[in-house]
């Protein structure tokens, strides 16, 4: 933390003569618009959302290009030709600059500099200005990639996110970072950039693998978790039709994550996380780490599952949070589907993600535990022994679940 300077600073050069340092600082805000839209069949020439973000910008030459995950491509045949035709029809003030671009997804976009590099060569080809777009239309990890292409880019070129799962549309599509892994950490090289608009289209959710339509379900617990105890009371009492996948039961658990996220994120004081603190990141310590010790195997929302399990169990070890909500958002995660255990849990490079959650947060070690349903507590330590026990505990649960 800055300390306050009150006058001229006194200090001493190696040969012992005396200078004044007078401090010339200035602070200084900036304004952002974090639009977020809810809607259906986004490509319908009669919808007016898309046209209403990409309005036209007096002095902007009204140039855009689409990015595609290839996950989202398979599943939609024909999107890119649809896409086209909506620019040419709906957005007339607006040129294609590129063909639709069909990039790799999943987690592998993100530990593979060739994906960033060619995203930035088509932003470069295409002659996008700071006042063009670019559209990016996946899961949660090509928007990462797509979204640090388009921040560094220009030092910043305008980005429509269109996310596609769940876990996208209700979490990650939300949030002002973008990243990719390096050096074994998750999103070790990255940005914070606010996305000119996130588009979440509920027609991209129906053609979702059933891990797919899970794994957002987990970042709706955590939210609900730490900011409201009457949307953990929905999920609850909508468990066996999400289970079922019915769109009209998985639609509002969405859209109220979506809204907790975003209002978390305009309210805290500290969109770019500049403090110690990352609430929203309750659960994530192991959870990263999970993913990465698995090569990926265990999808994000899966790991933040697991993630939430320990740290609950743990805030319940150290007396802060009752047992029996601790057995019931347990019980939840597993009822949702969740497989809350892996052999990863007996790795003891496990523990190595407190250290580097230390380390990405600015110093000091901040982990987000559970005083109680809806009251998250910041803590600096974390006893090891307890948390190895809130593990073993959890493979138990898990164990008995199972048989």
């Given amino acids: 933390m800055d300390r306050p300077i009150k006058g001229p600073l006194n200090g001493h050069s190696g040969n012992g003569k005396k200078h004044v340092i007078v401090p010339v600082d200035g602070a200084f805000s900036l304004d952002f618009v974090h639009r977020l839209r809810f809607t259906s069949n986004v490509f319908d020439t009669n919808n007016p959302v898309l046209p209403q973000v990409l309005a036209p910008c007096g002095d902007s030459p009204g140039r855009l290009v689409v990015f595609v995950d290839q996950g989202v491509a398979d599943n939609w045949p024909g999107l890119a030709e649809r896409i086209e035709e909506f620019i040419s029809q709906a957005l007339d003030w607006m040129t294609l600059a590129a063909p639709v671009q069909v990039v790799c997804g999943g987690e592998q976009s993100k530990n593979d500099w060739s994906v960033y590099e060619s995203v930035l060569r088509t932003i470069h080809e295409a002659a996008i200005c700071r006042h063009s777009y670019v559209l990016a239309i996946g899961g949660g990890a090509m928007l990462d990639v797509l979204g640090f292409a388009a921040a560094t880019a220009h030092r910043g070129v305008r980005l429509v996110r269109l996310p596609t799962t769940t876990l996208a549309q209700g979490d990650a599509g939300i949030g002002v970072k973008n990243g990719i892994n390096s050096f074994g950490k998750k999103n070790f090289i990255g940005t914070f950039a606010v996305p000119w608009a996130v588009i979440n289209d509920k027609q991209f959710l129906t053609t979702l693998s059933d891990r797919d339509w899970r794994c957002g379900l987990s970042e709706a617990v955590k939210v609900a978790l730490l900011k409201d105890p009457m949307f953990l009371d929905q999920i609850e009492s909508s468990c066996p039709q999400l289970n079922n996948r019915d769109p009209a039961a998985l639609c509002p658990i969405v859209k109220r994550s979506a809204e907790l996220h975003l ?25 990263h780490k999970i993913e990465q010790l698995t090569d990926f ?10 993630g939430l399990a320990i740290d609950v169990l743990y805030s319940a070890l150290a007396g802060r949070l009752v047992a029996s909500d601790a057995e019931r958002i347990v019980g939840l995660l597993e009822d949702l589907g969740f497989d809350l255990y892996d052999q990863v849990l007996e790795d003891p490079a ?25 009251r998250p507590i910041d803590v600096h330590e974390i006893n090891r022994e307890r948390m190895s026990d809130a593990i073993s505990h959890l493979a138990t649960i898990a164990a008995q679940k199972r048989s």
């Fill in 263 to 287: 209002q978390h994120i305009v309210t805290s004081g500290d969109p770019f996380e500049l403090k110690g603190a990352r609430p929203l990141d309750f659960g994530h310590w192991s959870a």
């Fill in 297 to 306: 195997r265990i999808k994000h929302g899966e790991a933040v599952a697991i």
């Fill in 350 to 374: 496990l523990f190595d993600g407190l250290e580097e959650f230390r380390e990405h947060l600015g110093g000091q070690l901040t982990i987000t535990l559970l005083d109680g349903i809806g």
